[in-house]
């Protein structure tokens, strides 16, 4: 099954609500800072609106309750990766996407055989707080040929009209998170994403 090629990024099931209704197939859950309780009841609400509207659930972080939940696609950062059971991850059958930064975070991702590679920041983002600088175009292409036929996420700063470009650059798929959220209409600014990126 190959992943579609927009992939929002939403902090609460309350954003799936709104969004899988108008077509959303791939989306990436990502809580932070929340208790476990919330933790868990936000993953089960975003999974079964997930499978009631077709999409594709990426859990953030949380492998040991995508496990336990049925989840079937799971990201992780460079730093979950360190206490991640990767073992269990795969045991469970569960898809895995990566983060990467740089050569030595993508020759280690690599070597797991990942089912998506996700590179950033390529463009300046107000997300979060980073280390690295915008990644640039140049370095998309150049990811892309290093990844081969695993499919590789651009995320960073993206934006409606950035992401031909970055498609042209050799990304298979385009990440949005603040592009949707901050929006002051953020239905009708996804609906423009989903008409360039089919």
């Known amino acids: 099954m190959s992943l579609d090629r927009f992939y929002p990024i939403f902090d609460h099931s309350d954003w799936l609500r709104r969004m899988l209704p108008l077509g959303v197939r791939l989306v990436q859950l990502r809580i932070k800072d929340q208790p476990p309780e919330a933790v868990r009841e936000q993953i089960a609400l975003?999974?079964?609106?997930?499978?009631?509207?077709?999409?594709?659930?990426?859990?953030?972080?949380?492998?040991?309750?995508?496990?336990?939940l049925g989840c079937p696609w799971l990201h992780l950062g460079q730093e979950d990766l360190d206490s991640a059971d990767l073992g269990a991850i795969r045991?469970?059958?569960i898809k895995l996407g990566v983060s990467t930064h740089d050569d030595d975070e993508l020759e280690r991702v690599l070597a797991m055989d990942p089912d998506y590679v996700a590179l950033g920041?390529?463009?300046?983002?107000?997300?979060?707080?980073?280390?690295?600088?915008?990644?640039?175009?140049?370095?998309?292409?150049?990811?892309k040929a290093r990844v081969g036929a695993t499919p590789l996420v651009a995320i960073g700063g993206m934006s409606i009209e950035?992401?031909?470009?970055?498609f042209a650059a050799g990304a298979d798929i385009v990440s949005a998170v603040t592009d949707i959220t901050l929006n002051a209409d953020p239905e009708a600014r996804l609906r423009q994403w989903l008409r360039v990126t089919r």
Do not use: F
Not at 121 to 141: A, E, N, S
Not at 162 to 166: K, L, S
């Open 162 to 166: 950035r992401a031909a470009a970055v």
């Open 91 to 93: 045991r469970a059958g």
């Open 121 to 143: 920041p390529v463009y300046p983002t107000i997300l979060k707080k980073m280390k690295w600088h915008q990644q640039g175009l140049p370095r998309v292409t150049e990811w």
């Open 46 to 68: 975003s999974r079964d609106l997930c499978r009631a509207h077709g999409a594709v659930l990426v859990v953030n972080d949380y492998w040991q309750e995508a496990i336990e």
